[in-house]
């Protein structure tokens, strides 16, 4: 634990000496650099390019968090019960239409920049978190409810202080899927010119200079597994609470 512990702090701290000082890191990539290319991408900022990269993911991941979670909530209510099959086919919309094909139906309508790229991350992280969401809520034990109704709770008391919290390292796993899938996909938004690091590895692909191609999709990759692990993480903490939550057998 100590030693994989150790291998993930080397890596950050590589990361993050790359990102802030790339061109310290040319007598590594220059193998990769055939015919006196350049070994480092230097038409945008790499530090500039990452940050770009994740608040797009993380824009895209938060709205489709909050409306995934939102129609989870609807449809587990009595009141809403029967809007799951409408829901789910919402949610479906993301996985029926690949990325690739909402931008190039979004790009007429919004013009090219971040918006297309965010609206196809959107659509594409609803299904994860929502099929999370659902489940999460739907197998809080049922003691667990009795014992809230018991004590007076309201039906909106037991959703916020007992369901929720219960139910939240399954949704925080849906979460993650999302985040991490969106972290890769989010790379082609550079074809309708969107800040990301796909720029880098599409300008590599272009000219055929790995080493372009390397630093991108190894930037993506670490940060692809700081998010997947941070994640981990806190669905394993927040898991020994619930599990603090739910009374003895």
Known sequence: MKGSALIRLLLLVLLVAFL??????????????????PAIYTQSSLLALTLSHLAMVGV?????????IGLAVLVTRPAGREFLPLSRSIANIGQTFPPVAVLALAVPVFGFGPIPTLIALFLYGLLPIFENTLTGLTTVPHSVQEAAR?????????????????ALPIILAGIRLTAVISLGTATIGSTVAAKTLGEVIIAGLISNNTAFVLQGGLVVALLALFIHQGFTSLEARIGRQAGAMQPAQ
Do not use: C, H, K, W
């Open 20 to 37: 802030l000082t790339p061109q310290s890191f040319r007598p590594v990539f220059q193998p990769f650099a055939a015919n006196g290319a």
């Open 60 to 68: 895209a991941t938060l709205a489709a968090a909050i409306v995934s």
């Open 150 to 166: 018991g004590v007076g709770m309201t039906d909106t008391q037991r959703l916020i202080s007992v369901e929720l919290p219960l």
